[in-house]
C-alpha cells in the first residue's frame, strides 16, 4: 500500500474577488523508501503540494491519505500531531528560531514530541553529530553558514523520527559545493536510514539524478511522472 | 508539552525582549503595589480599632444606662425622635436594680460608673484629671491587666491609687524606656520635666485634691458676691494615697474613650469627700436624685453569653450599649472604605493591563515566523496559546511578587512619615498599614488573573496564525 496517495487534490486561495487554482485535482503515490522530487516553475503549485502533504495547509477538494489517515478529516490537534511525528520538514529559508542557537533549535523539536528534559539534550547532540556539526552546538544560526543551517534544519526535522522528510528546495539559497554536500545528506538518509524524501525542486538535473519518481508541475497540475522505480 | 516546560520556555522568551519584559512588568508592579498599599491601609485601620476594642476588653463589655436609647433614633438626627427618646420614662438604676444585674448568669462583674473632678499632686507638679472609681474585681480584665509597672489594687478600700501613662507627661515626668533616646529637651529641661524609671514612681504618695459643696457655706457665698473677693461654697479636701501601679498607654484608636487619668479602688471613692456629678448636666437633670447611679458597667464571664444578658436587661426595661452590636456596622462601613481604596488600586492594575495587551499584541506581531515554525515542528494551537498565557501569567506573578515589595515598602515609609505627624512624642509607633495573607495571596491571583485576561486575546491570536503565511513572513 502507497504511504502516502492523492486523489483529484486541489487547493484554491482566495485573494479578494480573485480565485487562484494553485493546485488541480493532482493525483500521485508515493511509496515507502522513496526519494521523489516535484519540480515546475514558480507559481506551479509545488509548495502547495508539499504544504498540504506536510499538514500545513488543508485541501479544497479531493482526498490526501497518509499512512491510512486521511488528511482532511483530521482534527486540528491530530493535524498537529501529523507535523510532529509523521513527517519534518525542511525549508529553502532554512526556518531556525534566530534567537536560539543548534541545540535548542532542536531540541524544541523534541520537546513538542513530548520528549523528557533530560533525554533531549543528549538526543539533540546525537542529531547534530548525525549531520556533522558536533563542534557547532551552542552556535546561533548568524553564526553558522548556509549549509550548516540547513544541517541543524535537518537534524530538527529529524528529532522525532518522522517517515517523511518534506524539503521545500533545500539547496536554493545555498551555492553548488554546499548544495551538493545537502544532496548527499539527503541521498544517505534515504538510502541508509530508510526515510521517505520528498523535495521541490527548480534543478530538473539534480532531481534526475537522485530521485525515483519526479511530479512535474504546471499551472497547479502534475503533467508528468517520471518513475524509475524498476530501475532502481 | 508539559507547564514545566511552557514555564521554562516562557522565562526564556521574556529573557529575550529584557527591556520590554521589565517595562511590561514595571507596570504591573506599580500597580499591585498602588493595590496593596491603598488596601493594606483599609485593612491596618480596621485591625488598629479592633485591636483596641479586643485590648480593652470592650467584646464583653456591655454599658447599663437608665433610658432606653436607640443609638439609631439619635443618629437619624430626626429632632422630634431624638427628644422623645431623651424624655421617655426610665427605670432608675439603683442599688437593687445594680444587685440584680451582679445576680444575671454570666455576668462576671457590675459596677456603676463612677468619676469625679480631681486635682493630682506629685513632686510639685500638679495636674487636674478626673478619678474613676473601679472594684478591685477589674484587676483580671484588660486593659486593666496591662500595667507598666507595680500592680493594680487587690482589695476595695486599699488606700492606692493606678495612674494612667498619659497622666505622667502632665505632671512632668518622662519614662525612662529601654532602648529609647532618653534625653531630656532643652523645652523639656525649661519646663522642669523629670526623668524617671516607671519602677521608681511606684510607692511613692501622691495629694489629690477634691472639691465637696458644703451647703453651709451658700449663704455666705451669695453675699460674697457682692463684694471684690467672692467665697465659693466649696470645701477642699487633700486625701494621700499610694501610687500602686502605672497603667499602659491605651491604644492610639480610640484612646479618648478613657477619659480618666487615675483609678482607684470602689471603696476608697466613697470615703472621699466629692461633688456627686461629674457634669452641670447631672445637677441639672433633676431626674438623677440621689442613691441611684447614672450608668453601670458590666463585664461578661463570655462574649457568648451576651445574647443572653441583653435579653435579662432587656426585660429590666434598662438601656444597653455594647461595643459589639456596633461591630457588624463597623465592618460593613470598612468594606466600603476597603472597596474604594482597592477600585482605585484596582484602576493602576487594569492599566497595567492594557501595557501587557500592547506587549503582547507586539510580540507576536514580531514572532509570527516563530509561531509560524513552531507550528511546522509540531506545535498545536493550542499550545501556542498556552505558551503566550504562561507568559502573561510569568509577567503577572512576577509583578505581584515584586508590586507587594513595592507596597510593603512605600507604607514602610509612609508609616514612619504618618507616625512623626500624627502621634505626640514619645508614644510608641502604631502600625497603621497591615498585609493579611489573603491580601498577600489576593493580590498574587487578581494580577496573574489581570495578565491572562490581558493575553486572552493576544494570545488566541497567535494561536490562529497561518502557519504557510508566517513562514512566508519577514
Redesign the interface.
Known sequence: MALIQTINLSKTYRKGKLEIHALKNASCEIEPGDFVSIVGKSGSGKSTLL?LI?G??RASSGSIVFGGNDLRQLS??EM??H???SVG?I?Q?F???Q?RNALENVE??L????VS?GKRKPRATELLTKVGLEERLTHVPDELSGGETQRVAIA??L??NPKVLLADEPTGNLDSETSNEIIDLLIDLNKNHGITIIMVTHDLETAEKVSNLILKLKDGEIIEKLEKREAE | ?NL??MIF?AFSNLW?TKLRTLLTTLGVIIGIGALTSMVSFGTGMQKNITDTFESNDLFTSITVTSKKVDLDEIVSGNVGEMTEALNRESTPLTDSILQAIRDLDGVELAYPNMEFPVRLNLLGDSSSTRLQALPAGIAKHKPFTELLAGSFFENDSANVIVLREEILSKLNIKLYKEGKRNVLSKQDSAKGVKLMHADSIIGRTIDIASISLNPSKVPNAFFSMLRDKPEMPFDETITTLEISGILKRAGQFGSNMFSGGAIIPAGTAQKIPKLEFSSVWDILDNKNQKGTYGSIHIRLKDMKKMDEVKASLDAMDVGTFSIADQLDDIKRAFLVFDSILGAIGAIALIVAGLGIINTMVMTILERT??I????????????IKMIFFVEAGVIGFVGAIFGLLLGWLVTRVANVVMNAQILPEGVDPVNLFYFPVWLIMGAIAFSILISLAAAMYPASRAARID??RA?RHD
Open positions: 504544504n506536510g500545513l495547509d486540528k490537534s498537529a500531531n507535523r510532529r511525528f520538514m525549508f529559508s526556518n531556525l528560531i534567537s524544541l523539536a520537546t513538542f514530541g513530548g528534559r530538527r526535522a528529532a522525532n | 508539552m514545566l516546560d520556555l529575550r515566523r516563530e509560524g515554525i513552531m507550528k511546522a515542528i509540531g506545535g498545536s494551537e493550542k499550545e502557519p504557510v513562514l
